[in-house]
């Protein structure tokens, strides 16, 4: 079975700061491995997918996450963080039929 | 390209009545996806279809949940008899179908919010 852990509810972090976001997935075959984000009251949208190739993802508005296959890591990272990037960030996995299986959710809370 | 549209956007009800969101897909993706989404909670896969065929069922998805895609493009998802427990988002996306997981994308709608009193 395929799941995903967000080991954080919470991350507060100062504005322009580096910030870490960490999801750990299991999972006993291939994995594809997604990052969303979500606004208050919004649908998700996607900040980037690990598929194959390079381990180091780049997604938008800054952020990028490295796949690592050994720690079965996929954690998301932004070298320095606006206030805009407040919000929810989840990461999932694709399951088969193309399901994709989300963690719990982690809330950025960015602060000035 | 507008998108995945869901209405209503909010839906306040009373325990026991009937609702029906819609969902409207970008228009060339033949997936379609229900999420359902809890406070505190990532979304959590309740059914999809590709085209009008509703390929797979959640087990969360109790006998009193539908859902309808009657002619491939826009879907509905019917709650009878609602219990306070209903009360979440509800999550439509969609996705093209093509092979591989290199088209597997998935879209979401701004989401219905429904609330049971």
């Known amino acids: 079975a395929q799941s995903v852990t967000q080991l954080d509810s919470q991350v507060p972090v100062f504005e322009e700061a580096p910030v870490e976001l960490r999801c750990n997935y299991s999972?006993?075959?291939?994995?594809?491995l997604f990052w969303y984000v979500q606004y208050p009251n919004q649908g998700l949208q996607l900040l980037l997918k690990?598929?194959?190739?390079?381990?180091l993802v780049k997604g938008i508005n800054g952020f990028e996450a490295e796949f690592n296959k050994s720690q079965t890591s996929f954690h998301l990272r932004k070298p320095s963080v606006h206030i805009s990037d407040t919000a929810e960030y989840f990461c999932?996995?694709?399951?088969?039929?193309?399901?994709?299986?989300f963690g719990a959710g982690t809330i950025l809370r960015v602060k000035s | 390209d507008t998108g995945v549209s869901q209405n209503p956007r909010h839906k306040i009800t009373k325990r026991g009545q009937n609702v029906t969101f819609r969902c409207d897909p970008i228009s060339e993706h033949n997936r379609l996806y229900w999420y359902r989404q809890t406070l505190g909670q990532g979304p959590e896969f309740l059914t999809y279809?590709?085209?009008?065929?509703?390929?797979?069922k959640s087990r969360l998805l109790s006998d009193r949940f539908s859902a309808e895609r009657p002619k491939g493009s826009f879907s509905t998802l019917e709650i009878q008899r609602t219990e306070q427990g209903d009360s979440a988002m509800y999550l439509c996306?969609?996705?093209?179908?093509?092979?591989?997981?290199?088209?597997?994308?998935?879209?979401f709608g701004q989401g219905t919010r429904l609330t049971v009193v």
């Open positions: 279809f590709q085209n009008e065929a509703q390929l797979e």
């Open positions: 690990y598929l194959s190739g390079s381990t």
């Open positions: 996306a969609s996705s093209d179908s093509g092979t591989g997981p290199m088209n597997t994308e998935a879209f």
């Open positions: 999932a996995v694709l399951k088969y039929g193309n399901k994709l299986v």
């Open positions: 999972s006993s075959v291939s994995v594809y």
